[in-house]
């Protein structure tokens, strides 16, 4: 079986709530090894933790999406380490820049990136970055931060330009593509990807969103991940296991703490 990580889900959103187990059951069956539930609001951690919990293929991070920070201003870098002492949480955030609907106030967005930041540097856990209309400031930002010390990272759900995924890429960072490059009107998109080195790509959901095609229109579930890595694939000009062994490998490579399934090993 070829084996699969979707490493950006949303499984404590109310779309699973009738449908869990189904939802675990489609993703074993599509060779779904590791999950990971991201958090948006430091306040929902607990349920983000339950959910988790519930089986050995899922794991968590610990953060606040960039719409969400006015909501919860006063979380520090101390707050936010303190949670990464769990052996489930894998991973910062997710954190970063939304500009495109100004949820949250730029400066505000900033500011809590940055915290997010320092999070990461002292865990030594990847941060999971969420940018939209925001390119040149999580640019300037993540490389001002990364002089003042290391630290791992992913774009997630990448969509745009080309000259953030090599800024990543240059400060260390991994690329994670998601539904969207299978979108009709993703060409430019796919033509990055097919650019991109395999060794810094990893694959996601971001269910219940983006739902791949043929899917389109319906919730996103992680077995759809199969389908964004056959894209991936067919762009590559690689077979699918080569692909899938590929984006696994650089999951397990970034996201140190989490451990592979016995049942998949």
Same mark, same amino acid.
Do not use: W
């Given at each position: 079986?070829t084996?699969?990580?979707? !490493?950006?889900?949303?499984?404590?959103? &109310?779309e699973?709530?009738?449908d869990f187990s189904?939802?675990?059951?489609?993703? +074993? *069956?599509?060779?779904?090894?590791?999950m990971?539930t991201?958090?948006?609001r @430091? %306040?929902?951690f607990p349920k983000? $933790?339950e959910?988790?919990g519930?089986?050995?293929?899922l794991?968590?991070?610990?953060?606040?999406h960039?719409?969400?920070?006015?909501? /919860?201003p006063?979380v520090?870098t101390?707050? #936010?380490?303190?949670?990464?002492?769990?052996p489930?949480?894998v991973?910062?955030? +997710?954190t970063?820049l939304?500009? @495109?609907y100004?949820? !949250?106030?730029?400066?505000?967005?900033?500011? =809590?990136?940055r915290?997010?930041? %320092?999070? %990461?540097?002292?865990?030594?856990?990847p941060?999971?970055?969420?940018?939209?209309?925001?390119?040149?400031?999580?640019i300037?930002?993540l490389r001002?931060?990364?002089?003042k010390?290391? @630290?791992?990272?992913?774009?997630?759900? @990448?969509?745009?330009? $080309?000259? #953030?995924?090599e *800024?990543?890429?240059?400060?260390?960072?991994?690329i994670?593509? !998601?539904?969207?490059?299978?979108f009709?009107?993703a060409?430019?998109l796919r /033509?990055t990807?097919?650019a =991109?080195p395999l060794?810094? =790509?990893?694959?996601?959901t971001d269910? &219940?969103y983006l739902?791949p095609?043929?899917y389109r229109?319906?919730r996103?579930e992680p %077995?759809?991940?199969?389908?964004t890595a056959q894209?991936?694939a067919? #762009?590559?000009?690689?077979p699918i /296991?080569?692909?899938?062994?590929?984006?696994?490998r650089?999951?397990f490579?970034?996201?140190?703490?989490?451990?592979? &399934?016995e049942?998949?090993?």
């Amino acid at each position: 079986m070829t084996m699969l990580v979707d !490493s950006h889900c949303h499984l404590d959103f &109310p779309e699973f709530s009738e449908d869990f187990s189904g939802v675990l059951a489609r993703a +074993e *069956a599509a060779g779904v090894a590791t999950m990971v539930t991201i958090s948006t609001r @430091f %306040a929902e951690f607990p349920k983000i $933790r339950e959910i988790a919990g519930r089986d050995e293929r899922l794991y968590c991070s610990i953060g606040i999406h960039p719409h969400n920070v006015e909501e /919860e201003p006063e979380v520090t870098t101390a707050e #936010l380490v303190a949670k990464t002492h769990d052996p489930k949480v894998v991973g910062i955030g +997710e954190t970063g820049l939304d500009y @495109f609907y100004d949820h !949250s106030p730029r400066e505000l967005q900033q500011t =809590l990136f940055r915290r997010h930041i %320092a999070a %990461a540097r002292e865990t030594q856990l990847p941060l999971i970055v969420h940018t939209r209309s925001a390119d040149p400031d999580t640019i300037a930002i993540l490389r001002e931060e990364m002089g003042k010390g290391a @630290f791992p990272g992913l774009i997630h759900c @990448f969509s745009t330009g $080309r000259e #953030l995924a090599e *800024a990543a890429i240059d400060l260390g960072f991994y690329i994670s593509l !998601s539904g969207i490059l299978t979108f009709k009107k993703a060409g430019e998109l796919r /033509e990055t990807a097919q650019a =991109l080195p395999l060794d810094k =790509l990893l694959i996601e959901t971001d269910a &219940p969103y983006l739902a791949p095609v043929p899917y389109r229109g319906k919730r996103n579930e992680p %077995a759809f991940v199969a389908k964004t890595a056959q894209v991936l694939a067919e #762009l590559k000009d690689l077979p699918i /296991e080569t692909v899938a062994e590929a984006t696994t490998r650089n999951f397990f490579t970034l996201f140190t703490k989490a451990k592979l &399934p016995e049942r998949f090993s």
